[in-house]
């Protein structure tokens, strides 16, 4: 029987990373095994995965040395930094830079980057249309990811850069979810106007990302997008209203008001809802609805989504 080519996994026991390890654990006739790649080895889920039948190392993201020996003897790399741990677009440019040159020393065979927009290349800093953030971005959780591609390109990695799409999971997680107006009314709140945002199942950016390493080496040295629907607000609202059973109502805010709520990042998430709502076509070009469906066929939609998880988003 042929050896199983080791696909080392970043963000693991996160959601992207983890439905790419779902998706290899599953497919039980592939040519892959999954190498979670783990600061904690002992968590419940790292023990979960590993009793499933993937392979657990510790692995710290902020230490080359580490990243090497985690990425040795693997054929390809799965790499995602997590900005809402910290809030520090350098860091993540950083923490690229360290996966980059530690992927180069393995002589990995396909990585693919999770990655972003760099908005300044649509939005210049002296541009007033939005507040530049931390005296260089526009929008720090993309702009640093968009930043770091560079890094993978001029180390001649074989990359896939994998642009992903807004987590309907935020509903559950972020506190986006619908929020009581009236007695018998509830609002999800986002400054988007009339324009469409895409979306997607965060373990579906796994599946997708499964999808491109088991098409060899189609993908190396481009960029693709992702999104499992096109929605508006009006369309979201409605959508969740009918599954939840409830009365969901839109509610679009301006830009400055998003910004202004004072939760952590809200100034960012303010702006990236603004790049999304200002554009629009070359957004949601970019994110091709039956490009990812070709390369995960289960691709959930919305409506799909809820009915699996409705119970799961909280009524605020």
């Known amino acids: 029987m042929a050896v199983k080519k080791i696909i080392a996994v970043l963000g693991a026991t996160g959601a992207q990373g983890g439905g790419l390890v779902h998706a290899i654990l599953n497919d039980k006739q592939g040519e892959f095994i999954p190498r979670v790649l783990t600061r904690n080895v002992n968590s419940d889920k790292a023990k979960q995965l590993k009793e499933k039948g993937a392979e657990v190392v510790d692995a710290d993201i902020d230490n080359l040395e580490s990243l090497k020996s985690a990425f040795a003897g693997a054929y390809a790399v799965f790499a995602v930094t997590f900005f809402w741990d910290h809030f520090s677009a350098e860091k993540e440019i950083n923490q690229a830079s360290l996966i980059a040159r530690a992927a180069k020393e393995a002589d990995v065979k396909h990585i693919i980057w999770s990655t972003l927009e760099d908005t300044r290349n649509w939005v210049p800093l002296d541009d007033s249309r939005m507040p530049t953030l931390h005296n260089k971005y526009k929008v720090p959780h993309f702009d640093g990811k968009g930043e770091a591609n560079k890094i993978f390109t001029k180390l001649g990695l074989p990359v896939t850069f994998l642009l992903t799409s807004f987590y309907w999971d935020n509903f559950i997680y972020f506190g ?91 100034d960012d998430m303010g702006n990236m809802f603004q790049f999304k709502h200002d554009f629009e076509e070359y957004f949601c070009g970019a ?6 469906k070709s390369i995960n066929p289960e691709l959930k939609s919305f409506n799909k989504w809820l009915q699996e998880n409705k119970e799961r988003i909280p009524l605020q």
Do not use: Q, W
Request: include cysteine; proline fraction near 5%; charge should be positive.
């Open 287 to 292: 994110r091709n609805l039956e490009f990812s």
């Open 176 to 266: 986006l979810g619908p929020k009581k107006i009236n007695n018998n009314t509830f609002a999800v709140t986002l400054p988007m106007g009339d324009k469409k945002l895409p979306g997607i199942a965060a373990e579906d950016i796994g599946k997708c990302a499964y999808g491109i390493f088991k098409k060899g080496n189609e993908f190396i040295g481009k960029t693709v997008g992702i999104a499992g629907d096109h929605l508006t607000g009006n369309e979201m609202a409605n959508e969740m209203g009918k599954a939840m059973g409830i009365n969901v109502t839109y509610n679009s805010v301006p830009f400055d008001v998003y910004r202004s709520f004072g939760f952590p990042g809200a």
